[in-house]
Nanobody, 124 residues
Framework: QVHLVESGGGLVQAGGSLRLSCAVSGRTLSNYAMGWFRQAPGKEREFVAAISYIGGSTVYADSVKGRFGISRDDAKNTLYLQMNNLKPDDTAVYYC?????????????????WGRGTQVTVSS
């Protein structure tokens, strides 16, 4: 069973940056496609970014394209989400998730394991 733990959230002013980390244990990160999702109060969980199992292909939600970057360090078994030029609308709990897919995927049902999330709050 893969275990995911997010960290790096916090309070930041609009225009600032944060880097989220997701530590993976239980299985080797390199065997999984990975993704980041977020959920704001009163809203459904939404896709943010994902990276494939092989080749490092990435996909982003339109709302974060050009501002966020997903990456993985398989040697450290860690997934990252670099978030730049943050906006108040980015405020949410951010979750990392793993998938057994070998291609990049982006819907919640494609991901079988989830972390507990880390809060990101962007003030205006």
């Amino acid at each position: 069973q893969v275990h995911l733990v997010e960290s790096g959230g916090g309070l930041v002013q609009a225009g600032g940056s944060l880097r989220l980390s997701c530590a993976v244990s239980g299985r080797t990160l390199s065997n999984y496609a990975m993704g980041w999702f977020r959920q704001a109060p009163g809203k459904e969980r939404e896709f943010v970014a994902a990276i494939s199992y092989i080749g490092g292909s990435t996909v982003y939600a339109d709302s974060v394209k050009g501002r966020f970057g997903i990456s993985r360090d398989d040697a450290k078994n860690t997934l990252y989400l670099q978030m730049n030029n943050l906006k108040p609308d980015d405020t949410a709990v951010y979750y990392c998730a793993s998938s057994t897919s070998i291609v990049v995927v982006s819907t919640p049902s494609d991901f079988g394991s989830w972390g507990r999330g880390t809060q990101v709050t962007v003030s205006s």
